[in-house]
C-alpha cells in the first residue's frame, strides 16, 4: 500500500493507492470527514497533552480558542520555511515541532483507517509521497530543510527509507489524480491550468505533464495567497448576522467568534454547494439563506480569486490548453467551475471537477505506487475513478 499526504491551509488528508486481485489501481481517501482532517494543533495545559484536528474543537480548545493553532501552511509559507516559533497552552513550539507532529498524526490515523482497505490484512507501506505548494518545492535553503523535515518523519512513522519518501508540488499530485479519470485527452504532452483554491490561500499554475511517466513542469504561477474559503465564510457570515440583526429574537447572544457559530457557518456554506437553500440556527430563531444570495454576496470575491488566472491563461496563448482543472476544497462551490467557464467560455468544456477536496491527495498516493513500475499508467487510465 502507498500513501499520498495533502498538508493544506484549513484541512489536511491521507489517501491510499495500491493494486487489487486484478491488477487496477485503486485510490481512496482516508478520512472520516469528507473534506479531511482540520489542520489544527493545540496543548491543553489541563491534561498536559498535545491534541490535534477536530478534538481541538471541543473541551479545552472550545473554552480556549486563542490555544488553537490555526494555518500552520500559512506560517510556513510566511516564514518561508521552519524557523518560527508558536505558543499553545504556555508552551513554545517551533515550526518543525509543528509540522512533525501533525503529519505523525495525520500518519497514525491514517494506518488505523487503511486497514479496511487491506488485502491481506496487512497495512505494509510500501512508499508515500507528500505535496508541497510550489514556492516551498523550489530549491532554496529553507525549503530544502522542510523537505528534508518531512521525509524524516515520513520514514521514521512508516518504518520505511527516507527514499522511498518523495515530495511532489500540488499542481503535479492534481494532475495525476485528473489524469486518472481518463477524461483528459491529449498526445504526450498535455497543457493543464490548475486552479487550487482551499481555505486560506489561492494557488493557480500552468503545467505541461508527461501522462507516461508522470512527470510535469510548472511553466508558470500566480494566486492569491491571503484569498481562500476563509473568505467566503466571513462573507457568508456577515449575510447570516444581518438576517439575524432584523430579528432582536435571533440576534441575542449571538457571538460572532463562537467556535461553534464558526463550524455551523462552514456546514452551511458546504451545504450550500449541494442544495439550492439551506437552514442555520441562529440563537433562538432559523433563517432560511439560498445558494443565489450566498453567490451575490461572494461575487466580488469570485472575481478577485478569477482574476488570478489571466496571466497563466494569456501565458499560454501560444499553445492549446487541454483542461482546467480544479483542487481544493473551495472549488466544490458550483460557482468557482460557473464563473471559469463563463470568463473563459472557448475553454468552458475543459474545466473539470473531480473530487477537489481529495483529488491532491489522491494523486500523490497514484505518484507513489508509480514509483514502482513503469507500465503502471496504463493500469491506472483503465480504472473506473474511484
Not at 489501481?25 to 490535534?52: M, N, S, W
Not at 515550526?95 to 495525520?106: C, P, R, T, V
Not at 519518501?165 to 492534481?174: D, L, M, N, Q, R
Request: proline letters at 3%; one cysteine or more.
Amino acid at each position: 500500500m502507498f500513501f499520498g499526504i495533502s498538508f493544506s491551509d484549513y484541512h489536511s488528508l491521507v489517501a491510499a493507492a495500491w493494486k487489487d486481485e486484478k491488477g487496477y489501481v485503486k485510490a481512496v481517501p482516508l478520512t472520516d470527514i469528507g473534506r479531511g482532517e482540520p489542520t489544527l494543533i493545540l496543548y491543553d495545559r489541563e491534561k498536559k497533552r498535545t491534541v490535534f484536528g477536530d478534538e481541538c474543537r471541543r473541551g479545552y480548545g472550545l473554552m480556549h480558542p486563542e490555544d488553537v493553532i490555526r494555518n500552520l501552511k500559512g506560517m510556513v509559507r510566511k516564514a518561508g520555511g521552519l524557523d518560527f516559533e508558536v505558543q499553545s497552552g504556555g508552551v513554545a513550539f517551533s515550526g518543525e515541532d509543528l509540522l512533525s507532529m501533525y503529519i505523525g498524526h495525520l500518519l497514525d490515523d491514517a494506518r488505523a483507517k487503511a486497514m479496511k482497505y487491506s488485502i491481506d490484512g496487512t497495512t505494509a507501506i510500501e512508499g508515500v509521497t507528500v505535496t508541497v505548494p510550489v514556492a516551498i518545492h523550489k530549491d532554496n535553503i529553507s525549503s530544502t530543510r522542510y523537505r528534508e523535515v518531512l521525509k524524516k518523519v515520513v520514514s521514521q512513522k512508516m518504518g520505511v527509507t527516507e527514499d522511498s519518501v518523495t515530495v511532489i508540488s500540488e499542481p503535479i499530485a492534481a494532475a495525476v489524480s485528473y489524469m486518472a479519470s481518463g477524461s483528459i485527452e491529449g498526445g504526450d504532452r498535455i497543457r493543464l491550468v490548475v486552479f487550487d483554491m482551499g481555505g486560506g490561500t489561492t494557488d493557480v499554475a500552468l503545467v505541461d505533464f508527461d501522462p507516461i511517466h508522470l512527470e510535469g513542469d510548472v511553466i508558470k504561477t500566480g494566486g492569491d495567497p491571503g484569498l481562500g474559503g476563509n473568505d467566503w465564510d466571513e462573507a457568508l457570515k456577515r449575510l447570516v448576522l444581518a438576517k439575524a440583526e432584523a430579528n432582536q429574537k435571533g440576534k441575542k447572544g449571538v457571538n460572532p467568534d463562537d467556535p461553534a457559530f464558526n463550524k455551523d457557518i462552514t456546514d452551511l456554506k458546504e451545504g450550500l454547494s449541494t442544495r439550492e437553500k439551506e437552514y442555520i440556527k441562529v440563537g433562538n430563531e432559523i433563517y432560511t439563506v439560498t445558494r443565489r444570495e450566498f453567490e451575490d454576496a461572494t461575487a466580488g470575491l469570485l472575481e478577485k480569486a478569477l482574476g488570478c488566472m489571466g496571466d497563466i491563461v494569456d501565458k499560454s496563448a501560444d499553445r492549446k490548453i487541454d483542461a482546467i482543472i480544479l483542487t481544493g476544497g473551495s472549488c466544490n462551490m458550483p460557482q468557482v467551475q460557473k464563473g471559469i467557464s463563463e470568463k473563459y467560455p472557448h475553454l468552458a468544456d475543459r474545466v473539470m471537477t473531480i473530487s477537489p477536496s481529495h483529488a491532491i491527495a489522491q494523486g500523490a498516493a497514484r505518484y507513489a505506487l508509480s514509483l514502482t513500475s513503469r507500465n503502471i499508467w496504463s493500469m491506472v487510465i483503465s480504472e473506473v475513478y474511484s
